[in-house]
């Protein structure tokens, strides 16, 4: 029922509470549609990667292999900040005299400490994923960070895009009343044909190209986040009463960023036939799923059974992913 839920999508999201198994279900689903013949890209914005254990084998920052058209990527959000950052500080130092090129290494350094400069590196490296790497495969599968970090991502777009359009109404004034200045010869000449070649006409307009592409790839990404028939987010959750009420909160939160939410997985059902200590609990844990469709009406909800053993390894994910 997951795999029909989320069609052709190119790009879709599972996100959570933490501990319900979010990792699980996303690789789950990534190798059930390679074994479709779809060509996949995993990708983890989790801090605290689990890829790597799931599969039982290393998974680092760069793109690897782990089945047959299915690749998998963790996305180290200290090495995407000190990449992005690096960038920054090329581009201000080749704008700035030399003299205050030693203010540009100390505010990179603060900027580094900043709030929200990781989440904004990360926000940048999902983007390019999404924007250009996407072309090379039919699904990119993102499994994310505990649900009020990912909240935060999926708002991020068009706060970006809002700030980047600022900077660039600020920097066509600023161009305009500089050249305004540099107009006014003494001499009462023409003077266009000699700014053509001004260093900071040259500064300006690659101050302004960088500008226009961070906000062309933010655009990009919000458009996709927008378009139903790109793009789907999945929130898993136990069937627990704090899963539960926080899956309802994060729903609120994803859906007022223009994130569609194409249905809820439930992961670690309690068997009903398999002893009265679990029947008692698949018993609770109805009481709390009929809550979630109470709040959340309409919503497709996908039950998965909680499995008797620990899901490691390619076999251990093929097994579950029959399930979905």
């Not at 505010?107 to 990781?118: I, K, M, S, V």
Request: glycine share 8%.
């Amino acid at each position: 029922m997951l795999l029909d839920l989320i069609g052709d999508r190119r790009v879709v999201f599972f996100g959570g509470k933490g501990g319900v198994g979010k990792t699980t279900v996303a690789s789950a689903a990534a190798l059930a549609l390679a074994s479709r013949g779809r060509r996949v890209l995993l990708v983890s914005t989790d801090p605290a990667h689990n890829q790597g254990h799931l599969w039982d084998r290393r998974i680092g920052d760069r793109t690897v292999a782990v089945a047959e058209r299915l690749d998998v990527v963790e996305i180290d959000p200290a090495r995407t900040t000190d990449e992005h950052l690096a960038q920054v500080g090329e581009t201000m130092r080749a704008m700035m005299p030399e003299r205050l090129r030693g203010e540009v290494d100390k505010h990179l350094r603060l900027a580094a400490q900043a709030p929200g400069t990781h989440e904004a590196a990360v926000l940048e490296r999902i983007a390019g994923i999404v924007t250009d790497d996407a072309r090379d495969y039919d699904h990119v599968i993102v499994d994310t960070a505990p649900s009020g970090h990912t909240a935060r991502l999926m708002a991020l777009p068009e706060l970006m895009a809002a700030w980047t359009d600022g900077l660039l109404d600020r920097r066509a004034r600023s161009e305009k009343l500089s050249a305004a200045v540099r107009g006014l010869s003494p001499t009462g000449k023409d003077t266009v044909a000699g700014r053509a070649e001004d260093p900071v006409d040259r500064r300006d307009r690659r101050l302004r190209r960088i500008l226009l592409a961070r906000r062309e790839r933010f655009t990009a990404l919000r458009e996709t986040l927008a378009d139903p028939d790109r793009c789907v987010f999945f929130l898993v959750l136990a069937a627990e009463r704090l899963p539960v009420l926080e899956t309802v909160e994060f729903h609120a939160e994803l859906t007022a960023s223009g994130v569609r939410v194409g249905g809820c997985v439930v992961n670690r059902r309690s068997p009903a036939d398999q002893g009265e200590f679990l029947a008692r609990r698949h018993d609770l844990e109805e009481g709390f799923l009929a809550q979630l469709r109470t709040e959340l009406p309409g919503l497709p909800v996908v039950q998965l059974p909680l499995e008797a053993g620990d899901i490691t390894g390619h076999e251990a994910l093929e097994r579950f992913a029959v399930r979905l």
